[in-house]
């Protein structure tokens, strides 16, 4: 075998076998990660790390777009889970922890149930939808919390409360957990606000 120019390798090995001639120089790159599942498992970390805080900022508008459209609909709504979370957030932890659980158990159980299979897709959504207008409440509670004394308005304080979550979420590692605790916290609220017997007593002052 001749080869007349120049011989390049990247990710890989130059063999020249006996009575082959290179006519130019050849140049091996093996370095690791340069072609290899490897490099581009990283790479999909890095873009998934860089994609995460413009996914969760466009979530953040649209959850404002959404709380200010239920705060104008029906102004009672948000504040009385607000309410009801400020008055027993052990319990609102409790009741989103059980639901969580639950949910695992009833996922599992209608996935080894060929009749239950379609299910799962509606209760995933019904539970997205729960936590997400839960989380909206929160961030209420969080703003109320932060400038409740300084006599904005629901909106205002909705939307600082938001703010801050957010903001809160774009923290590397840290983020995920407070995604974590602000759906159940949402979930747990929406519960304890349907099924719990004690109603909320909202501040008139």
């Given at each position: 075998?001749?080869?007349?120019?120049?011989?390049?390798?990247?990710?890989?090995?130059?063999?020249?076998?006996?009575?082959?001639?290179i006519?130019?120089?050849?140049?091996?790159?093996?370095?690791?990660?340069?072609?290899?599942?490897?490099?581009?498992?990283?790479?999909?970390?890095?873009?998934?790390?860089?994609?995460?805080?413009?996914?969760?900022?466009?979530?953040?508008?649209?959850?404002?777009?959404?709380?200010?459209?239920?705060?104008?609909?029906?102004?009672?709504?948000?504040?009385s889970?607000?309410?009801?979370?400020?008055q027993?957030?052990?319990l609102?932890?409790?009741?989103?922890?059980?639901a969580?659980?639950?949910?695992?158990?009833?996922?599992?159980?209608?996935?080894?149930?060929?009749?239950?299979?379609?299910?799962?897709?509606?209760?995933?959504?019904?539970?997205?939808?729960?936590?997400?207008?839960?989380?909206?409440?929160?961030?209420?509670?969080?703003?109320?919390?932060?400038?409740?004394?300084?006599?904005?308005?629901?909106?205002?304080?909705?939307?600082?409360?938001?703010?801050?979550?957010?903001?809160?979420?774009?923290i590397?590692f840290?983020?995920?957990?407070?995604?974590?605790?602000?759906?159940?916290?949402g979930?747990?609220?929406?519960?304890?606000?349907?099924?719990?017997?004690?109603?909320?007593?909202?501040?008139?002052?």
């Open positions: 075998m001749q080869v007349e120019g120049d011989v390049y390798s990247f990710g890989g090995k130059i063999v020249k076998e006996e009575g082959a001639n006519g130019g120089s050849y140049t091996t790159n093996d370095q690791p990660g340069m072609m290899d599942g490897s490099h581009r498992g990283r790479g999909s970390f890095f873009y998934a790390i860089s994609l995460g805080p413009i996914f969760r900022i466009g979530n953040a508008i649209l959850a404002a777009i959404l709380g200010l459209i239920i705060l104008h609909t029906n102004p009672k709504f948000l504040p889970l607000a309410t009801k979370l400020r027993h957030p052990s609102a932890v409790l009741w989103g922890m059980g969580i659980v639950g949910i695992i158990f009833v996922n599992v159980f209608l996935a080894i149930t060929l009749i239950g299979i379609p299910l799962i897709p509606l209760l995933s959504l019904t539970v997205i939808i729960t936590s997400l207008v839960g989380s909206l409440a929160v961030a209420l509670f969080v703003g109320q919390s932060l400038v409740g004394n300084r006599n904005w308005s629901l909106q205002q304080q909705f939307l600082v409360g938001l703010a801050v979550v957010t903001i809160l979420t774009l590397p840290f983020g995920s957990l407070i995604i974590f605790l602000v759906n159940m916290f979930l747990g609220v929406i519960l304890l606000w349907k099924l719990g017997r004690e109603k909320p007593q909202i501040a008139t002052e």
